[in-house]
Each structure stands twice: as structure tokens, then as C-alpha cells.
């Protein structure tokens, strides 16, 4: 293996360690001596990576967030209908947000207590999240699809539907939905939306 993708393996594996370990422990719980040994290298060599511990939780976040999904999906949606692609795009969030939920937890129970760094990247990121929905809604208003309506307002009300609808499932103890309540939630909601949204 050359240098390289050598270095590329090991970044991964502080990456994939460090996922799993701040969703086990939280941010807080975490230690970067800890990552690194459960990642079977030095805590040096962890440094030669990130630079810090906040450092590390930021790429986590870039890493297996709903971003980089979001990012892979808007070239293929804006060929799509406007209404199908809205449920493409709730459909992968619910599934992103369902496979990280045991992080979600434990930044919800100890975000209290983060430092003042990490409130600003968590606050960076979800303005990144964001920015990028509002990319696909500036383009259907340049269509002629989408009347006025401040695009970034319009992503995070969009988003906000469907972190409530997970967050009464997981965290509020309410009764489990099924899968078609939840396509039909995402129909619905997605309905809504569109209605409010289009020209």
C-alpha cells in the first residue's frame, strides 16, 4: 500500500473509531487517547490527522451527517419533479438521522455542557446543511417553479418537519410508527410544503 492510501486507511479508521466512540460516550466521554487506541494507533498519529479533539468531532460531523448525503443528491433531484424530489430528500434524511440516533442522543442530553468551540462548529455545520437544501430551492425559483420565499427559511422549516417527526419517534417515548405511517407522514408533510411553496 502506498503512503498515500496508507494515510487515507488510517484517517478513516480515526474517523469510523470517533464516530462510534462520541456516539457511545458523547463528545465529552470520548477521549482522544481512547480513539486512538481503539483505533490500534498512536494518539500521535491521531494528531497528524486532526489537529485537535474539536477538529475531529467537526470532520465526524462533515463525514456521516446528512450533509455529504444532501451534496450527493442534488445533482440527480433538480432533474426530477419537484414533489418527488422532496421526498428523495426526506426519505434520506430519516434514514441518515435513524442510522446516527445514538449520537444525536447523547449531543442532545450533554450539549449543555460543550464548550464554546464546538457550539460554534455544530452551529457552522447546520448552517452549511442549510445553505446547501436552499442551493436546490434558489434553482427552482430561478425556474420558475418555486414562488419568493427566503430559501433558507424554507430549508430549515423543511428539515424541521421531519427532525420532529424523528425526534417524537426516538426520543418522546411515543408509540413506533410503522413504515407506511412513515411514508405517509413524508407524503403529507412533503404536500404540505409543496403547496406552500410553489408558484
Known amino acids: 500500500m502506498d503512503t498515500f492510501k496508507e494515510s487515507q ?3 478513516s479508521k480515526i474517523l469510523e473509531t470517533a464516530l462510534r466512540l462520541f456516539s457511545q460516550r ?30 475531529l468531532f467537526e470532520e465526524v460531523l462533515n463525514t456521516y451527517s446528512f450533509l455529504p448525503a444532501l451534496k450527493g443528491l442534488l ?10 424530489a422532496l421526498i428523495v430528500i426526506a426519505k434520506k434524511f430519516l ?3 435513524n442510522l446516527r440516533k445514538e449520537m444525536i442522543r447523547i449531543m442532545h442530553s ?13 452551529h457552522s455545520f447546520m448552517d452549511e446543511l442549510f445553505k446547501t437544501l436552499a442551493s436546490y430551492f434558489n434553482v427552482m425559483q430561478k425556474k420558475g417553479i418555486l414562488r419568493e ?15 420532529s417527526y424523528f425526534n ?5 417515548m411515543r408509540k ?12 403529507e408533510y412533503v404536500n404540505i410544503f409543496v403547496r406552500g411553496t410553489l408558484k
Not at 445533482?75 to 418527488?84: M, T
Open 9 to 11: 486507511s488510517t484517517r
Open 26 to 55: 458523547g463528545y465529552l466521554g470520548a477521549t482522544t487517547k481512547e480513539i486512538a487506541k481503539e483505533a490500534g494507533i498512536a494518539e500521535v498519529t491521531l494528531f497528524r490527522h486532526f489537529s485537535s479533539k474539536e477538529r
Open 75 to 84: 445533482p440527480e433531484i433538480v432533474k426530477i419533479p419537484y414533489e418527488d
Open 95 to 97: 434514514e441518515t438521522l
Open 110 to 122: 450533554e450539549i449543555h455542557r460543550y464548550p464554546e468551540k464546538i457550539h460554534r462548529i455544530y
Open 149 to 163: 420565499f427566503d430559501t433558507e427559511f424554507g430549508a430549515r422549516a423543511f428539515l424541521g418537519m421531519f427532525f
Open 168 to 172: 417524537a419517534q426516538e426520543f418522546k
Open 176 to 187: 413506533k410508527y410503522r413504515n407506511d405511517d412513515t411514508d405517509r407522514t413524508i407524503k
